[in-house]
């Protein structure tokens, strides 16, 4: 999993004021817990664009007056008028301990159902995993080479090394939908089938 570095300026006040006062200043109030205690400190709110508006999970290095500390997003809060960033929370995550997380699904591979006139839907554009941060992936990578017309991948189809998949094994993640040209070509074969049926029982 890729890492951005970010620095943060620690909080000597955590009350409504001081946050609100941040804001105006264009600043983002957080907190990092998972450690031996909680550390509130703020962040530029441009420094978090990269991390709030992906798709995608990012091992966060924050550099807090001088110390690194790594961690991953928990939480985002956003302004309901502003859709600005008002507050993050982030889990500090350690070498040895398994961390929680939702990646991304990366669809690879071309569907034979496609092919066939059906049409492509992802149901679940993202799962929750559970693994050691050295072993988390950036996007899991479903492969759709053997998907066949009318056809699913459940999540209990999907196995990936050193990560375990918390989310529900009959959730759907991507499918190929019969289309009415799909159900028109299947009924073309079909007659033709029926029609060599015929040619050999009059022979």
């Known amino acids: 999993m890729k890492s951005i570095e970010i620095k943060g300026d620690l909080r000597k006040s955590t009350g409504k004021k001081d946050s609100k006062n941040l804001r105006t200043a264009g600043k983002v109030p957080c907190?990092?817990?998972g450690g031996k205690e909680?550390?509130?400190?703020?962040?530029?709110?441009?420094?978090?664009?990269?991390l709030v508006y992906t798709p995608y999970v990012y091992i966060t290095v924050l550099e807090i007056d001088g110390k690194k500390v790594n961690s991953i997003i928990q939480d985002v809060q956003f302004d309901p008028v502003s859709d600005r960033t008002i507050h993050v929370d982030f889990l500090q995550v350690f070498d040895d301990k398994p961390v929680v997380v939702d990646i991304p699904v990366k669809i690879t591979g071309?569907?034979?159902?496609?092919?066939?006139?059906?049409?492509?839907?992802?149901?679940?554009?993202?799962?929750?995993?559970?693994?050691?941060?050295?072993?988390?992936p950036d996007t899991l990578d479903v492969n759709v080479?053997?998907?066949?017309?009318?056809?699913?991948?459940?999540?209990?189809?999907?196995?990936?090394?050193?990560?375990e998949l918390?989310?529900?094994?009959?959730?759907?993640v991507v499918s190929v939908k019969l289309t009415r040209a799909a159900k028109g070509m299947a009924g073309a074969a079909l007659t033709e089938e029926e029609a060599a049926e015929e040619e050999e029982k009059a022979e």
């Open 166 to 172: 918390l989310s529900s094994k009959n959730a759907v």
């Open 110 to 136: 071309l569907a034979p159902g496609v092919k066939s006139g059906g049409k492509m839907q992802i149901i679940t554009r993202k799962l929750t995993v559970k693994a050691l941060s050295k072993d988390l």
């Open 38 to 50: 909680n550390i509130h400190f703020s962040v530029d709110e441009k420094a978090l664009k990269k």
């Open 145 to 163: 080479d053997k998907l066949q017309l009318g056809k699913s991948i459940k999540v209990g189809n999907l196995v990936f090394d050193n990560l």
């Open 31 to 33: 907190v990092i817990y």
